[in-house]
């Protein structure tokens, strides 16, 4: 079992809709977790961290912790072509190491 | 100017041939990583280092190698590049402080071992 899993997608959704993307992962004692969008061919950029169970929001993106589940996703409210990239989970480990998730595609169309 | 750069941007070489990618930032973090990122597979650490004296290796250390030639500098040697190395790698720092701790990434360097 991969230690942070998604699904690959491509995950296509029409603009002005929620986006919703998928993250578990394995290790109960994780307590940090993470959003990265990368656009293609360029590095990636944080979105969100979020530590607590529950909601977290800023701006259209919400990202979501349910730590009993294992489970961690981000919603993407009102999409927008520009929206459309891989969205990387990851989930810290020990001495700060991050462990990703191999990323889900967005694709946002008009 | 960037915070986090790596040099060079793009590099073809051939089986055999050693090769250093380079990073460098002005964020004044202690803290810097080497990942390798292929298709499919997301991203994968290969070394990490907390200090200058402290480099350990990550996920993926074989047939790699680094050096922290000073708190701002981290590179990464391929000794002996495999067609298998060819990959995106990217560099990434943070501090050490839960405040700071967010890893930043540098813009990559692809890398094609032919």
């Known amino acids: 079992q991969k230690e942070v899993e998604q699904n690959s997608g491509p995950l296509s959704v029409p603009e002005g809709a929620i986006a919703s993307l998928n993250c578990t992962y394995s290790d109960r004692v994780s307590q940090s977790f993470f959003w990265y969008r990368q656009y293609s061919g360029k590095s990636p950029e944080l979105i969100m961290s979020i530590y607590s169970n529950g909601d977290k929001e800023d701006g259209r993106f919400t990202a979501q912790l349910n ?7 981000l919603l993407i409210r009102d999409s927008q072509p520009s929206d459309s990239a891989t969205y990387l989970c990851a989930v810290r480990g020990g001495y700060n190491k991050l462990i990703f998730g191999a990323g889900t595609r967005l694709a946002v169309h008009p | 100017d960037a915070d986090v750069t790596q040099t060079p941007r793009n590099r073809i070489t051939k089986t055999g041939k050693r090769i250093m990618l380079e990073c460098s930032q002005t964020k004044g973090h202690d803290r810097m990583y080497w990942y390798r990122q292929d298709p499919g ?9 907390f200090d200058v004296k402290d480099i350990n290796k990550g ?8 050096s922290r030639q000073a708190q701002a500098k981290f590179s990464l040697s391929l000794e002996s ?6 990959a995106l790698y990217f560099c990434a720092t943070s501090g050490r402080d839960s405040s700071t701790d967010t890893q930043y ?6 890398l094609t071992v032919l």
């Open chain 1, 67 to 73: 730590k009993a589940s294992q489970y961690v996703s």
């Open chain 2, 59 to 66: 996920e993926i250390s074989d047939g790699y190698s680094v």
């Open chain 2, 105 to 110: 990434f540098g813009p990559g360097t692809r």
């Open chain 2, 41 to 49: 597979l997301g991203l994968r650490l290969i070394y990490y280092s």
């Open chain 2, 81 to 86: 590049a495999i067609p298998n190395q060819t």
